[in-house]
């Protein structure tokens, strides 16, 4: 029976609702919708393609936790709030991702998102070994 392993970064704690940041089952890392948080919980607020980058950021410090990198996921779903910011996902998403690693995606708009200054939020599922 594969082992399960749960991810909360950063190791020091967050200031995040009650859930793991990821959870590996065998060779699948299931990753949480992560948001536009630093590591000192600080938002970019209005600021869609900074908060993208923080959202890429905080994506690679988890895979990094978990032994990953950006070439290994399989399948991301982006939610965002404005259906205006699309076509500037779309332009940052091709530069976040290489073409010969381009994951699936499902995109879509929300009415809101748990925090009210979240523009968008990623979650994927990574291939590990």
């Known amino acids: 029976m594969p082992t399960i392993t749960r991810y909360a970064t950063p190791a020091s704690g967050r200031a ?3 859930f793991s940041m990821a959870v590996r089952h065998g060779g699948t890392l299931y990753v949480s ?3 536009p948080l630093d590591v000192q919980g600080r ?4 600021d869609f393609a900074a908060q993208f980058a923080q959202v890429i950021e905080n994506l690679k ?3 990094a936790d978990a032994g990953a990198d950006m070439t290994r ?9 404005r ?4 076509p500037e996902m ?3 998403y091709a530069a976040a991702f290489p073409a010969e690693h381009m994951p699936a995606r499902t995109t879509s708009v929300v009415a809101a998102l748990p925090v009210p200054d979240f523009l968008l939020e990623i979650e994927a ?3 590990v070994d």
């Open 16 to 18: 995040f609702p009650p």
């Open 33 to 35: 919708g992560l948001g």
């Open 43 to 46: 938002i970019h607020r209005a």
């Open 61 to 63: 410090t988890v895979l």
């Open 73 to 81: 996921i399989l399948k991301t779903s982006v939610l965002l709030v």
């Open 83 to 86: 259906a205006t910011d699309v």
């Open 90 to 92: 779309n332009r940052l």
């Open 125 to 127: 599922f990574v291939a």
